[in-house]
């Protein structure tokens, strides 16, 4: 069985930037897919970021330009880098594996404060 870990939440100013981890443990055979959905409050669960094992990457179009999603296949980690962070970011950030079939980390909280 698989385990994510993420880390890096934390509350930021507007403007600001922050790093997520996400390591995967356990078992793991192969990752076709590693990235981010995240969740607002009182929205539903959005994707936000994906990279694939050959390195191509997609995003929403609301943080293109501002993330950058990134992965260490020998680690078993992705990251995401977030640049010029607004309020309209403030969520809890899920990190996904495909491994195959999905699994999901815990969810780690970011607030961006105007």
């Known amino acids: 069985q698989v385990q994510l870990v993420e880390s890096g939440g934390a509350m930021v100013q507007a403007g600001g930037s922050l790093r997520l981890s996400c390591a995967a443990s356990?078992?793991?055979?192969?990752?076709?897919?590693m990235g981010w959905y995240r969740q607002a409050p009182g929205k539903q669960r959005e994707f936000a970021a994906s990279i694939f094992s050959y390195g191509g990457t997609v995003y929403i179009d609301s943080v293109k330009g501002r993330f950058t999603i990134s992965r260490d296949n020998a680690k078993n980690t992705v990251y995401l880098q977030m640049n010029s962070l607004n309020a309209e970011d403030t969520a809890v950030y899920y990190c996904?594996?495909?491994?195959?079939?999905?699994?999901w980390g815990q969810g780690t909280q970011v607030t961006v404060s105007s």
């Open positions: 996904f594996a495909d491994v195959p079939g999905r699994t």
């Open positions: 356990g078992i793991i055979l192969s990752i076709t897919a």
